[in-house]
Nanobody, 125 residues
Framework: QVQLAESGGGLAQAGGSLRLSCAASGRTFSTNAMAWFRQAPGEEREIVAAISWNGGSTYYTGSVSGRFTISRDNAKNMVYLQMNSLKPEDTAVYYC??????????????????WGQGTQVTVSS
């Protein structure tokens, strides 16, 4: 059974940092793109960051560029999201996702076929 499990969410103050981790099990995604999405209450799920299979190419949505860093460790089947300079508008449930059909990243939710359960990130002002 394929599973993605996020961890590392929680409460942070504005300007603080959190590091999210995503552990994959059941199969390897070492040749597939991975991404982090987030969804705030009443909002659509949006992409935050994505990374190609070998980490050679990354994407960040404009509001997190320069503050967040996505990385991966294929040997451990792990993906990470380092979040610095957090803002209250970063508050959301964060999801890890895998794009099994491609080595390169996509911004489309529909391209990601495997999803974790999500981890809550709350940033207080």
């Amino acid at each position: 059974q394929v599973q993605l499990a996020e961890s590392g969410g929680g409460l942070a103050q504005a300007g603080g940092s959190l590091r999210l981790s995503c552990a994959a099990s059941g199969r390897t995604f070492s040749t597939n793109a991975m991404a982090w999405f987030r969804q705030a209450p009443g909002e659509e799920r949006e992409i935050v960051a994505a990374i190609s299979w070998n980490g050679g190419s990354t994407y960040y949505t404009g509001s997190v560029s320069g503050r967040f860093t996505i990385s991966r460790d294929n040997a451990k089947n792990m993906v990470y999201l380092q979040m610095n300079s957090l803002k209250p508008e970063d508050t959301a449930v964060y999801y890890c996702a895998a794009h099994p059909g491609s080595t390169g990243w996509s911004r489309r939710v529909s391209d990601y076929h495997y999803w974790g359960q999500g981890t809550q990130v709350t940033v207080s002002s």
